[in-house]
């Protein structure tokens, strides 16, 4: 499956964003998807998860009751809704795909063998 991520941008701290990962495929429904992000200077985390039922979706504690992981698997989307954004999220955000992907191993990055091109979400202060 090959992962397009987009909907970044530059946005004030308190604002929303909505990402989508774009996904081409048959099979889409059957891969779990993660969103990770990068910081300047700091390592790839965990943002959210979701899995490839759609029944379940994982939340790193920083975007916990802020941000909302979703799919459409009619149209080969995941979305990633981020509200009460803070400067700290400011980074770079990639989608990645796991195959049958579900439980709390989607909260590392190795459980994903297919990524995407990042977006760039900036939050200013």
């Known amino acids: 499956v090959q992962l397009q991520a987009s909907g970044g941008g530059l946005v004030q701290a308190g604002g929303s964003l909505r990402l989508s990962c774009a996904a081409s495929?048959?099979?889409?429904?059957?891969?779990?998807v993660g969103w990770f992000r990068q910081a300047p200077g700091k390592e790839r985390e965990f943002v959210a998860a979701?899995?490839?039922?759609?029944?379940?979706?994982y939340y790193a504690d920083s975007v916990k009751g802020r941000f909302t992981i979703s799919r459409d698997n009619a149209k080969n989307m995941v979305y990633l809704q981020m509200n009460t954004l803070k400067p700290e999220d400011t980074a770079v955000y990639y989608c990645?795909?796991?195959?049958w992907g579900q439980g709390n191993g989607l909260r590392d990055a190795e459980s994903f063998g297919s990524w995407g091109q990042g977006t760039q979400v900036t939050v200013s202060s």
């Open positions: 990645a795909a796991a195959l």
């Open positions: 979701i899995s490839w039922s759609g029944g379940s979706a």
């Open positions: 495929g048959r099979t889409f429904s059957t891969y779990a």
